[in-house]
């Protein structure tokens, strides 16, 4: 641009605003048709021809390779929501689209991007505070049915959908077995549930090991299949015949000093092995190697030994067998020993045949906070996405435990806040009550992408759906209606099998509190911080120059 003599291009003002909604608009509505039970899939093929197929919006995202930065936003939106709650992911960016797309019709009808912006903060405060006052059913006890509920509703849109009671009761009972309650507060560290894949037969085949999964085998043949009442040592260090360091010389006189020298080295290699055995290990694990001649010595105790143990699964292993991870068999006084103390417990350790290959099964481990999902599928598409399926109700179950909240799905909070933020714009005299409209009109998008998903008629459900919330919201229990069935109108949402608008809470269709307050909260933060852009330099990209062709 000459007048400014700025090396690139410059967009400012209503031009900017209109490219950063149409970037999000592009993105919302590739995931768009991914929302709800019966939401469709989407096959991602990379640079290299790696296959994907997943519903799970922030996969989808993450896949993309994305250019316009207004974009970027909403992906890393969807990571973020993806870390936080794990659930949610496909909505909060639809969500945010929306609330962009209407932020920039009220801005080309003449009100200020900073009145939009303010009226979307105060909307979404409004909205938070609704949920935690009226939207929000403790539930109660943590009751088995609440969360297996709230499993089948993470699942129902994807793969595993279909068998949602069987998987769901599994990650259930595998989200309890690692639980922890500590100073009356429930934690449950979803990571110390391992998941394994296994090729072949039917997706109902998987199981839950109570204790630990490793997808590795014996080191040797010779080695017994089945240890019980296992001490497990973990190491992390190369097991092979002792060398001698670089640039040691020894001078030899006679020959058969030099067989004395290789006979010493083994000696040393039988020494240190001697000490890991003598500590009463049966299990031995490295993340290293472990060479013929340890091996030797392994199956002679009638030790299982296995190597190349990844770092993640040996930190994992330690967790649930209460061992310690050694390094090193030096002492602080530079001996060598091995502190019977590092060694875990476990009840049973054994090898099995799983589909084409074995896995190593810990069983009755002594911390006992670690079990393993083997699931079983046709092909690795399938197993990718059951993986993901899965990690998401594990995360849905966490969130329920840990915060003790559910509120009900399938459009139903998102209908309620929508009829409450009518009326909350409707009492305000500022110029903020068109965003906060505006804000209200914009989360009805998620009843209707999910009825246009179920090939059901949006217009008459969403209006059906306001029409009980209204309802409930402008006036109270009629003279033949309890004050029960009055206050079950806030749980309406839509039942998208049969296209018919029902009490979701008692339907079974709940998700946590938590997720719906931090997508709603994330997906204003994403818009407004698009929002807040009125100008955008981009500047031109020069190949350097090598220095050397410049005349000095």
Not at 271 to 280: A, H
Request: proline share 2%; glycine share 8%.
């Amino acid at each position: 641009m000459s007048g400014m003599l700025l090396d690139g291009e410059r967009t400012s003002g209503q031009d900017v605003r209109t490219q950063n909604v149409t970037a999000a608009m592009a993105i919302a509505n590739i995931v768009k048709s991914s929302l709800g039970p019966v939401g469709l899939d989407k096959m991602l093929v990379d640079e290299i021809g790696d296959v994907t197929i997943t519903n799970d919006g922030a996969t989808i995202l993450a896949q993309l390779d994305i250019q316009h930065p207004a974009a970027k936003v909403l992906v890393e939106l969807a990571q973020l929501q993806d870390q936080e709650v794990g659930d949610g992911t496909t909505s909060v960016v639809i969500v945010a689209a929306e609330l962009l797309k209407r932020a920039n019709e009220l801005v080309k009808n003449n009100i200020h991007p900073t009145v939009v912006m303010s009226g979307y903060r105060l909307a979404c405060k409004e909205a938070v505070k609704y949920i935690k006052s009226n939207l929000v059913v403790t539930a109660e006890g943590l009751s088995r049915e609440n969360l297996v509920n709230a499993a089948k509703t993470s699942m129902s849109s994807k793969i595993i959908g279909a068998e949602s009671d069987f998987f769901s009761n599994l990650a259930v009972t595998a989200a309890l077995k690692v639980k922890i309650d500590k100073d009356g507060k429930s934690k449950c560290p979803v990571s110390n549930v391992h998941i394994l894949k296994s090729h072949g037969q039917s997706s109902l085949d998987s199981c839950l090991v109570d204790g630990f999964a490793l997808n590795c085998t014996r080191a040797a043949q010779g080695m017994p299949t089945t240890v019980r009442n296992a001490k497990v040592a973990l190491l992390d260090f190369n097991l092979q015949k002792h060398k001698m360091q670089m640039g040691v010389q020894i001078v030899v006189t006679e020959t058969k000093q030099v067989e004395e020298i290789r006979q010493r080295e083994m000696d040393i290699t039988k020494e240190k092995i001697q000490r890991i055995l003598d500590s009463g290990a049966r299990v031995i694990l490295t993340s290293k190697g472990i060479d013929d001649l340890c091996l030797k010595y392994f199956v002679e105790a009638g030790a299982i030994a296995v190597r190349r143990v990844k770092p993640e699964d040996l930190k994992r292993i330690a967790k649930a067998t209460g061992g310690r991870i050694v390094t090193t068999l030096a002492d602080m006084e530079g001996n060598e020993c091995f502190d019977a103390e590092c060694l875990g417990d476990a009840e049973e350790v054994s090898e099995e045949r799983v589909g084409d290959g074995e896995l190593i099964y810990f069983r009755g481990c002594r911390g006992g906070r670690a079990c393993t999902v083997v699931l079983r599928g046709a092909n690795e598409f399938m197993l990718d996405e059951m993986d993901r399926a899965l990690h998401d109700s594990l995360c849905v179950i966490k969130r329920i435990i840990e915060s003790n909240s559910l509120v009900a799905g399938g459009g139903a909070v998102e209908t309620a806040l929508a009829t409450h933020l009518e009326g909350v714009a409707t009492s305000m005299s500022s110029r903020e009550q068109l965003a906060v409209a505006q804000y209200a009109e914009a989360l009805l998008v998620i009843p209707r992408v999910l009825s246009v998903n179920a090939a059901k008629d949006a217009t008459e459900l969403v209006s059906q759906l306001k029409a009980h919330h209204y309802a409930h919201q402008n006036s109270s229990a009629s003279g033949n209606e309890s004050a029960e069935e009055y206050d079950k109108k806030k749980f309406m949402g839509l039942d998208l099998v049969n296209g018919i608008v029902r009490n979701n809470l008692e339907a079974g269709v709940v998700e946590p509190a938590i997720s719906k307050i931090k997508s709603l909260r994330f997906a204003t933060e994403a818009a407004v911080s698009v929002l807040r852009i009125d100008d955008m330099i981009k500047l031109n990209v020069h190949e350097q120059q090598d220095p050397r062709g410049h005349r000095g």
